[in-house]
């Protein structure tokens, strides 16, 4: 029975059991993207934080004008920092997730001779341990 | 009907289930998580000893090694295995009929698997080892637990089930699949397999039968319990999208502005902890995304009464808008419920009052992502039109833009009195009802609620007695709108039951609306069964003649308590028809204390106050004058006593067609527009009218039939009442002038009455025969009865006594009986 199973997984493992974990691994990078909503923070990636805006008092005055253009630009600085940690600590979990990622998923490919190959190790290792 | 087909007899889902009878899943992942660290500390030592030569290491490298290969092996093994396992946990397509293929949920698939691996290829489908399994499925014990059935009671059926029945497959699975297209399903839950298990398998039937547990509550309870495991199933594929989407993210509002004053006077609305709002509330999450993605004037009025679920439907967008799943034109918003008594509160004048509004209208433009809830809207405008402000005229700059999306909540009669007279409300404001939702919704609603008074109030409702809190909810409470009224019983029952108590049955939930109502929702108890077999003699111990009549009566009740009457109608409706005098007040008042349990359960409305062109508004009340009408408070006070309406016929033709609907559906809407049941209501009318006829039939004609045949042609031909209202009675119910002889018996039972009175003082009379022919003979009155026999009574004989109680004659503890000589003197 018990090679029987075993063939039973193999199977699965390489019709449907791969293309899951394709998918899995794909579901993580979108959860990853979304998580850190860097869409969202790329679209306003220029816009104030917070959208907090100084506004020009009425009629020409160009000491408020610079007052006011250095204060939004600051703010639009300030925002654009933010976004940027975001945004890069969302770059970096991607990276991240892609590494292991790929680990796990040649681990999967090559499991049965990983699997084969460890237990071989194992009893060599443990013969040299006790010899 | 084509055969179904088995077209995967071996599904994945079968051998990944198989694989928890090898190991149990709590071992795999213990032993998997285990293996992990211990690869991941003895990869790092060994790489720490061969890189960096520390010397506590050395001479360990070849053990680390080991170590990390057999841990290694081990890890990779059951990582791979518990994959394999969590990614097939999924309905399987499993059958097939007429190009539809049907799935075996992942707990179907468990019960089947686990009674016969090869289940899906052999001819035959055997009971026994199908409720061996069912004894084993990790859902068994709280379905028996929701069901009221002990574990000991099932252990029992399945040891006493020897051998079972045996069906053939291809039957069975065309039973299972006509189920589900009857139920518009593709899915086979475990409730398919078993509940078609009741039609082969007399046994489990009985059992289920002799529990007490009908088929509906059997498979509506199971699929209840299923759902929760089938959750719990789909949070172990934590990888897929449904269930990541639900962690928010971060930084998502960097792009909106804050809002610091808003927030002062506002509160943010959250998901609710309610798992169905979504799918019970669809319709109206759906019609709320739509509304609010207009361009322009995306504003909506929710409207719905008191307790309908105007808040889980805010709540279920919440989390819609929350897990990134509504519209994208509603991404990243926030749902903000304005707090305006807290403003009116800090605000003076009219001018502090608009300032602070504007700026909190301001600000939440300028943020970008709010929508703003505003709570009992009609009352917002109200409140704040007591300080002089408009609220519309207010509102509209923002509201008739895309720059802020305004909720509004509602009820009915509110939103239809004050708000949708003003062309500006229904102009800015799309409204969306909320529906009173079908049984199954309100069945999955309640259920929702229900496990959150569980885990808080640390008990567990039976089935049974969730479905009762919806049933009795809806037919004897009266205030509030449903889900909240059965939602309202299941606190009152959680927290009224004993601390020792765990289990909550419909008792206990019928003993709470007892409590609240004063209405016997139990059946008929031997005690009142008693009462009802013998009602005729009851009546008839306060009842001189007028056989007929009781017979009609005490039959119609028989009929109400015994489960024949619908529950759509009044308990029952009479009209009595006789002269004066004759004892119809008197059924009426027997009837109560009999029925009712106490006289003051009887409402007497004399109908001669309801001539008039405002009788309808006395009634019923009106929406103008705000004053609530008599019937509607009494029905409110009291549902559950009788009414009686004296002389009907002398109320105007308004209020006789409000009985149209009253007499035939049980209810009828106030002046308020609310809804007033009449349903546990016993409605008496009397009337005179046709009295004289009745007397002179009675000289020639001895046939009631007849009789009461000629004095409704009667009251037909003279439209005293319409035929609509007529045809509307149980019965109509003749009451004969009764003859002097009898009236000698209504004499003594009156007297027994002033008995009963002296009894209180402590004096004994016995009253005499020859003292009530006395009475009858001042009394006695052809054209109105026996009524004046109770002022010969009061004037005569009650004159005698009390002037012998205060001259002294009469003393506590004395005996006293008229003489002859006495009574002749009256």
Redesign the interface.
């Given at each position: 029975m018990a090679p029987a199973v075993f063939f039973d997984f193999l199977r699965w493992h390489y019709l449907v059991g791969i293309s899951k974990l394709l998918k899995a691994w794909g579901n993580l990078h979108w959860f990853l993207y979304h998580y850190f909503s860097i869409d969202t923070l790329a679209k306003s990636f220029f816009e104030p934080f917070h959208r907090m805006q100084e506004r020009k008092r009425r009629g020409f005055d160009v000491e408020d004008i610079a007052g006011v253009l250095i204060m939004n630009t600051v703010l639009r600085f300030i925002g654009m920092l933010v976004r940027s940690v975001f945004i890069i600590l969302g770059v970096f979990a991607q990276i991240v997730m892609f590494g292991v990622g790929s680990l796990l998923f040649i681990a999967a490919v090559l499991a049965p001779a990983l699997l084969v190959g460890l237990v071989v190790a194992s009893i060599v290792q443990v013969v040299k341990i006790f010899s | 009907m084509s055969t179904v087909t088995v077209i995967n007899s071996y599904p994945?889902l079968f051998?990944a289930l198989r694989l928890d009878r090898i190991i149990a899943e709590r071992v795999r992942v213990f032993i998997m998580t285990v293996s992990f660290w211990i690869v991941l500390f003895s990869g790092a030592a060994e790489i720490i000893s061969s890189f960096f030569k520390v010397s506590a290491l050395n001479g360990y490298d070849?053990?680390l090694?080991?170590v990390s290969?057999?841990s290694?092996?081990v890890a990779?093994?059951f990582w791979?295995?518990e994959?394999?396992y969590r990614?097939n946990l999924v309905p399987a397509f499993v059958l097939e009929r007429e190009g539809i293929q049907y799935t075996f949920s992942v707990e179907t698939s468990r019960l089947l698997m686990n009674a016969e691996p090869s289940v899906l290829a052999r001819d035959a489908i055997e009971s026994l080892p199908i409720f061996q399994s069912f004894a084993r499925l990790p859902l068994t014990d709280l379905l028996l637990v929701r069901l009221g059935i002990p574990r000991e009671a099932f252990e029992i059926f399945l040891n006493a089930h020897a051998g079972g029945v045996s069906v053939l497959a291809s039957e069975f699975f065309t039973k299972v699949c006509d189920r589900c297209d009857k139920e518009r399903t593709q899915g086979i839950w475990v409730s398919d397999i078993l509940a078609v298990l009741m039609d082969c398998d007399a046994l489990w039937n009985k059992f289920l039968f002799d529990a007490k547990v009908t088929r509906e509550d059997f498979v509506a309870a199971a699929l209840w319990v299923e759902y929760q495991f089938s959750e719990e199933t789909k949070r172990k594929r934590w990888?897929?999208?449904s269930q990541?989407?639900q962690?928010s993210?971060?930084?998502?509002?960097?792009?909106?502005?804050?809002t610091y004053h808003l927030d002062m006077y506002s509160h943010e609305v959250w998901p609710g902890a309610m798992k169905y709002a979504r799918e019970t509330r669809r319709r109206e999450i759906e019609a709320l995304e739509q509304a609010l993605s207009r361009s322009y004037e995306a504003n909506v009025m929710l409207v719905g009464e008191e307790g309908s679920g105007k808040h889980a439907v805010l709540e279920g967008l919440s989390q819609k808008i929350l897990e990134?799943s509504a519209p994208a034109t509603l991404?990243?918003k926030r749902m903000v419920m304005l707090d305006y008594s807290s403003i009116t509160a800090a605000t003076k004048t009219k001018g502090d009052f608009e300032a602070t509004m504007i700026k909190l209208l301001e600000e939440a433009v300028?943020?970008?992502n709010i929508i703003l809830i505003i709570e009992n809207f009609e009352g917002f405008l109200s409140s704040i039109a007591s300080l002089g402000t408009d609220g519309l005229a207010l509102l509209e700059p923002y509201a008739a833009t895309a720059r802020l999306q305004i909720i509004g909540l509602s009820d009915p009669t509110a939103y239809h009195r004050d708000l949708e007279p003003d062309g500006k409300v229904t102009k800015l404001f799309e409204k969306v009802d909320i529906e009173q939702p079908d049984a199954n919704r309100l069945l999955m609603m309640v259920e929702d609620a229900a496990l959150i008074i569980e885990s808080r109030a640390r008990k567990v409702f039976t089935f049974q007695a969730i479905k009762k809190s919806v049933a009795l909810a809806d037919r004897f409470i009266q205030d509030g709108a449903m889900p909240e009224k059965a939602i309202d019983l299941l606190e009152s029952a959680a927290s009224s039951v004993a601390v020792s108590k765990i289990l909550i049955y419909p008792e206990d939930i019928e003993s709470v609306v007892e409590k609240k109502t004063h209405i016997p929702t139990s059946k008929a108890e031997s005690e009142e069964r008693d009462k009802l077999l013998n009602m005729e003699q009851l009546l008839h111990e306060r009842m001189i003649d007028q056989e007929e009549a009781i017979r009609s009566v005490s039959d119609a009740l028989r009929r109400a308590r015994s489960g024949l009457k619908g529950n759509n109608r009044p308990i029952g409706t009479f009209l009595f028809i006789g002269p004066t005098g004759v004892g119809k007040t008197e059924t009426a008042k027997a009837l109560a204390q009999v029925y009712f349990g106490d006289e003051e359960a009887m409402f007497r409305f004399d109908m001669s106050e309801y001539s008039q062109g405002d009788g309808v508004e006395k009634l019923i009340g009106s929406r103008d004058s705000k004053i609530p009408g008599v019937l509607a408070s009494r029905l409110r006070e009291r549902p559950f006593s009788l009414l009686l309406f004296d002389e009907f016929e002398k109320a105007t033709r308004e209020v006789h067609n409000i009985f149209l609907q009253i007499l035939d559906e049980g209810f009828f809407s106030d002046g308020a527009g609310k809804r007033v049941s009449a349903r546990e209501t016993m409605i008496i009318m009397t009337s005179n009218a046709g009295a004289n006829l009745i007397i002179e039939l009675l000289r020639v004609q001895k046939d009631s039939a007849v009789i009461k045949q000629s004095i409704i042609d009667e009251i037909r031909t003279k439209n005293i009442f319409t035929p609509e209202l007529l045809n509307r009675f149980d019965e109509i119910v003749l009451f004969k002038p009764l003859p002097k002889e009898e009236l000698v018996k209504v004499a003594m039972l009156m007297l027994k009455g002033l008995t009963k009175k002296l009894a209180e003082q402590e004096i004994i009379f016995v009253p005499s025969e020859e003292l009530a022919a006395r009475v009858v003979e001042i009394g006695y009155d052809p054209i109105f009865g026996a009524r004046p026999m109770r002022r010969a009574i009061s004037d005569r004989v009650e004159q005698v006594i009390a002037k012998k109680i205060l001259g002294g004659e009469l003393k506590r503890g004395d005996t006293f009986q008229f003489a002859s000589e006495d009574i002749k003197n009256l």
């Amino acid at each position: 029975m018990a090679p029987a199973v075993f063939f039973d997984f193999l199977r699965w493992h390489y019709l449907v059991g791969i293309s899951k974990l394709l998918k899995a691994w794909g579901n993580l990078h979108w959860f990853l993207y979304h998580y850190f909503s860097i869409d969202t923070l790329a679209k306003s990636f220029f816009e104030p934080f917070h959208r907090m805006q100084e506004r020009k008092r009425r009629g020409f005055d160009v000491e408020d004008i610079a007052g006011v253009l250095i204060m939004n630009t600051v703010l639009r600085f300030i925002g654009m920092l933010v976004r940027s940690v975001f945004i890069i600590l969302g770059v970096f979990a991607q990276i991240v997730m892609f590494g292991v990622g790929s680990l796990l998923f040649i681990a999967a490919v090559l499991a049965p001779a990983l699997l084969v190959g460890l237990v071989v190790a194992s009893i060599v290792q443990v013969v040299k341990i006790f010899s | 009907m084509s055969t179904v087909t088995v077209i995967n007899s071996y599904p994945w889902l079968f051998r990944a289930l198989r694989l928890d009878r090898i190991i149990a899943e709590r071992v795999r992942v213990f032993i998997m998580t285990v293996s992990f660290w211990i690869v991941l500390f003895s990869g790092a030592a060994e790489i720490i000893s061969s890189f960096f030569k520390v010397s506590a290491l050395n001479g360990y490298d070849d053990l680390l090694l080991g170590v990390s290969f057999v841990s290694g092996a081990v890890a990779l093994l059951f990582w791979l295995v518990e994959f394999f396992y969590r990614s097939n946990l999924v309905p399987a397509f499993v059958l097939e009929r007429e190009g539809i293929q049907y799935t075996f949920s992942v707990e179907t698939s468990r019960l089947l698997m686990n009674a016969e691996p090869s289940v899906l290829a052999r001819d035959a489908i055997e009971s026994l080892p199908i409720f061996q399994s069912f004894a084993r499925l990790p859902l068994t014990d709280l379905l028996l637990v929701r069901l009221g059935i002990p574990r000991e009671a099932f252990e029992i059926f399945l040891n006493a089930h020897a051998g079972g029945v045996s069906v053939l497959a291809s039957e069975f699975f065309t039973k299972v699949c006509d189920r589900c297209d009857k139920e518009r399903t593709q899915g086979i839950w475990v409730s398919d397999i078993l509940a078609v298990l009741m039609d082969c398998d007399a046994l489990w039937n009985k059992f289920l039968f002799d529990a007490k547990v009908t088929r509906e509550d059997f498979v509506a309870a199971a699929l209840w319990v299923e759902y929760q495991f089938s959750e719990e199933t789909k949070r172990k594929r934590w990888w897929d999208r449904s269930q990541l989407g639900q962690i928010s993210g971060l930084g998502k509002d960097l792009g909106f502005g804050y809002t610091y004053h808003l927030d002062m006077y506002s509160h943010e609305v959250w998901p609710g902890a309610m798992k169905y709002a979504r799918e019970t509330r669809r319709r109206e999450i759906e019609a709320l995304e739509q509304a609010l993605s207009r361009s322009y004037e995306a504003n909506v009025m929710l409207v719905g009464e008191e307790g309908s679920g105007k808040h889980a439907v805010l709540e279920g967008l919440s989390q819609k808008i929350l897990e990134g799943s509504a519209p994208a034109t509603l991404e990243f918003k926030r749902m903000v419920m304005l707090d305006y008594s807290s403003i009116t509160a800090a605000t003076k004048t009219k001018g502090d009052f608009e300032a602070t509004m504007i700026k909190l209208l301001e600000e939440a433009v300028a943020a970008g992502n709010i929508i703003l809830i505003i709570e009992n809207f009609e009352g917002f405008l109200s409140s704040i039109a007591s300080l002089g402000t408009d609220g519309l005229a207010l509102l509209e700059p923002y509201a008739a833009t895309a720059r802020l999306q305004i909720i509004g909540l509602s009820d009915p009669t509110a939103y239809h009195r004050d708000l949708e007279p003003d062309g500006k409300v229904t102009k800015l404001f799309e409204k969306v009802d909320i529906e009173q939702p079908d049984a199954n919704r309100l069945l999955m609603m309640v259920e929702d609620a229900a496990l959150i008074i569980e885990s808080r109030a640390r008990k567990v409702f039976t089935f049974q007695a969730i479905k009762k809190s919806v049933a009795l909810a809806d037919r004897f409470i009266q205030d509030g709108a449903m889900p909240e009224k059965a939602i309202d019983l299941l606190e009152s029952a959680a927290s009224s039951v004993a601390v020792s108590k765990i289990l909550i049955y419909p008792e206990d939930i019928e003993s709470v609306v007892e409590k609240k109502t004063h209405i016997p929702t139990s059946k008929a108890e031997s005690e009142e069964r008693d009462k009802l077999l013998n009602m005729e003699q009851l009546l008839h111990e306060r009842m001189i003649d007028q056989e007929e009549a009781i017979r009609s009566v005490s039959d119609a009740l028989r009929r109400a308590r015994s489960g024949l009457k619908g529950n759509n109608r009044p308990i029952g409706t009479f009209l009595f028809i006789g002269p004066t005098g004759v004892g119809k007040t008197e059924t009426a008042k027997a009837l109560a204390q009999v029925y009712f349990g106490d006289e003051e359960a009887m409402f007497r409305f004399d109908m001669s106050e309801y001539s008039q062109g405002d009788g309808v508004e006395k009634l019923i009340g009106s929406r103008d004058s705000k004053i609530p009408g008599v019937l509607a408070s009494r029905l409110r006070e009291r549902p559950f006593s009788l009414l009686l309406f004296d002389e009907f016929e002398k109320a105007t033709r308004e209020v006789h067609n409000i009985f149209l609907q009253i007499l035939d559906e049980g209810f009828f809407s106030d002046g308020a527009g609310k809804r007033v049941s009449a349903r546990e209501t016993m409605i008496i009318m009397t009337s005179n009218a046709g009295a004289n006829l009745i007397i002179e039939l009675l000289r020639v004609q001895k046939d009631s039939a007849v009789i009461k045949q000629s004095i409704i042609d009667e009251i037909r031909t003279k439209n005293i009442f319409t035929p609509e209202l007529l045809n509307r009675f149980d019965e109509i119910v003749l009451f004969k002038p009764l003859p002097k002889e009898e009236l000698v018996k209504v004499a003594m039972l009156m007297l027994k009455g002033l008995t009963k009175k002296l009894a209180e003082q402590e004096i004994i009379f016995v009253p005499s025969e020859e003292l009530a022919a006395r009475v009858v003979e001042i009394g006695y009155d052809p054209i109105f009865g026996a009524r004046p026999m109770r002022r010969a009574i009061s004037d005569r004989v009650e004159q005698v006594i009390a002037k012998k109680i205060l001259g002294g004659e009469l003393k506590r503890g004395d005996t006293f009986q008229f003489a002859s000589e006495d009574i002749k003197n009256l």
